[in-house]
């Protein structure tokens, strides 16, 4: 059955009690964890419902990482600690606990083969670790400005690590040599009369089929820190790295995509919060404006896609995690 | 008038000082204001709240003064908190960007029809002596022409600041190259002949202001090299950074150590109220170790013992951090930084609960603050300005000064 943006409707809500940040589903689909202003890491069991909360870092935990085999967490802090942890654990024991960057970690990946983990974040350096020990396999600088996403190409033979600037330098993963790197600036500015720089690669996804990197932000900023600026992705070529389309909102003057993802079939979702609201933005490979949107009760944060295809759990301001599935509402038992 | 004022001396370049002047001047209060431009998160600056439902992300971290903690995002002014002190009690009740400039800068709350003098204009007038030659306020901004700011109100302006655009010396302190030595004085001897005869049946307080402008213009034009951020060694630009803030506050060092009484520098922007972290660590990244240099090298001169130096916002930020990862804005709760002068080094004054929503202890105003800053460069806040006949108070009569910070 595939997913059909149309149907979008919430199935689930999950509360928690301070605002939320970010959320993973485990990839066998049986649970789903997420992180809160509290400094909390939450994992729901989605057949039960039940709720485990611990608060392990000395910060927010922005980033979250599962083995492939479903076995491992990785919470990434602001505390500049990665740590392990049993995913299905009654009460959740770190395994190990690594002080692996200066500064915020922003960003974490998992290799396809789940041999590497990738992180990164203000100390602008793009680290590799074994996952299964936590040992330090390289470390890649490069970047000018902080790290805000990294994503594994489908193949492993490659990551891509994003910063602030809109620059995607593509990493060959055996040996940690730059092969090349996107320039993705739209989703970049300086804003001369506030004195900042704003923007960045705030998420990025490998489409299925032609292979199309998606990478995720915001443009338009003419108030940078009034938060008033719009939701795109920048859709390029894996071949040519030229910009395909430009995916942008009918109508979010506010906003900013914080995870893009691709469905199964090939739609776009990209899920933006700001002062339009939390709305899921769904694009075929030629619309600049979504086929579909739908919009969502509180401000988003971020998303996660479940193994399944289609369910997206999303995060929110008002302390919800929310489960919107893309099917037909099940009948009332 | 000020305590201690007669005492002063200024320009130290424009006296071929002797060693007993030099003492003099050396011991010239001075006065170095940071304004912190859109309103400063407390919580992450001087004032933080870590694992609280406000806290933030960030982590609090020691300074040389132990039980003291600051912002993880401060580290090296957190080194030189031994030469600083924090007043955490701060409630001005305002969260209006425009009143808040006004109140922190005048020490008064808004009056419609009444306007006062700001901080800097008070301090120049304070410490006005007749060996004075170079202006005794000098706001040091991104851009600006080298003109008269209007931030005197009835002092005059003589005493309002004059802005020096991008560390540049003022604009037009150049004399042309066609205009020889003999000529320039010729049109000097002229124009000083004219405002007598004019002075001699018409003299007002606007015609003083009027000479006392170009007398001032051609001791800016004689002492330009004051103004020129060049003629400071290549490693001390280095230590204090290539960006603009890093440029004002060595300016500011240079400026002060020349004699200028009152030194203004701004840092923009943290009017925050979308992804308040991502900011202050992008802002607060950029100022600590030009500032914190700054209060180290004024420390190691001997200059910060007669050098008062204030970091100063319109308001806070709130605690409560909204959708945007924002925070608005909050002048019911907050912080300054100050030291030097007659300041005691590492005191705190005033507390905030728990999560920071309200003052606990030793909550002040901005009047408050405007005595004390008057009080720490040895002027008696009491006193009055005499204009046009009329008594003035130098800082609103309604506060006092924070006596637990007076060293």
Known sequence: ?333 | MAAGAGALIGGLDALAAPAAVAQMAREQKRLIIVRMHGGLSQLESWDPKPNTDTGGPFRAIPTSVPGIHISELLPHTAKQMHHLALVRGINTRNDDHGKGTYMMATGRHPVPGQSFPELGAVVARAMDHSGQSLPGHINIAAGGSGGRNNDAAYLGPKYASISLGGAQPPAYTTRPAGVTDQTSQSQEDFRRRANDRFAGHRRTAETDAYVQSYEQAQELVRQREVFDLSKEPAKDHERYGSHDFGKHCLLARRLVEKGVTCVQVSHSNYDTHNENFEFHFEQLGEFDKPFATLVGDLADRGLLQHTLVVVLSEFGRTPRINQYYGRDHWGHAWSVCMGGAGLKRGAVVGKTNDNGTAVTDRQVDAGHMFHTYLRALGVNSRHHFSIGGQRIPMADPAFEAIDELIA
């Not at chain 1, 996403?149 to 995607?168: C, I, M, R």
């Not at chain 1, 990209?270 to 709305?279: K, L, Q």
């Open chain 1, 1 to 333: 059955m595939p997913a059909d943006p149309k149907l979008a409707h919430v199935a689930r809500e999950f509360v928690h009690g301070a605002p939320l940040i970010t959320c993973r589903f485990d990839p066998k689909g049986r649970y789903l964890f997420a992180t809160g202003e509290d400094r909390a890491v939450i994992r729901w069991d989605l057949a039960s419902g039940a709720k485990t909360e611990w608060k392990p870092h000395d910060s927010w935990v922005r980033a979250l990482a599962i083995s492939p085999d479903g076995q491992f967490l990785i919470t990434a802090g602001c505390d500049d600690m990665l740590m392990w942890w049993p995913v299905a654990a009654e009460k959740p024991q770190a395994t190990r606990s690594v002080k692996a960057h200066n500064g915020w970690i922003r960003a974490v990946a998992v290799s396809p083969d789940g041999q590497l983990l990738a992180t990164g974040g203000n100390d602008r350096i793009v680290k590799l670790w074994k996952l299964a020990d936590g040992s330090p396999v390289r470390e890649m600088p490069g970047h000018e400005k902080d790290i805000y996403s990294l994503q594994f190409h489908p193949s492993g033979k490659d990551l891509l690590s994003a910063d602030l600037k809109g620059t995607v330098h593509q990493w060959e993963v055996a040996t940690g040599k730059k092969v090349r790197s996107f320039d993705a600036k739209d989703l970049y500015s300086y804003n001369g009369g506030q004195g900042v720089d704003f923007g960045g690669v705030r998420s990025m996804a490998i489409g299925p089929g032609k292979g199309h990197l998606a990478c995720g932000g915001l443009y338009q900023a003419s108030n940078p820190l009034g938060a008033v600026h719009e939701p795109i992705v920048l859709r390029f070529d894996w071949e040519t790295q030229k910009v395909l389309k430009k995916h942008v909102s009918a109508d979010i003057k506010n906003g900013v995509v914080w995870r893009t993802v691709f469905l199964p079939e090939g739609v776009l979702v990209g899920c933006s919060g700001g002062g339009a609201g939390g709305v899921l933005l769904f694009w075929g490979e030629n619309d600049e404006k979504p086929a579909h949107q739908f919009k969502l009760p509180d401000t988003a944060r971020e998303m996660d896609l479940h193994p399944d295809g289609l369910q997206l759990a999303t995060v929110h301001y008002n302390k919800k995690l929310l489960i919107t599935r893309l099917t037909a509402k099940e009948a009332k038992k």
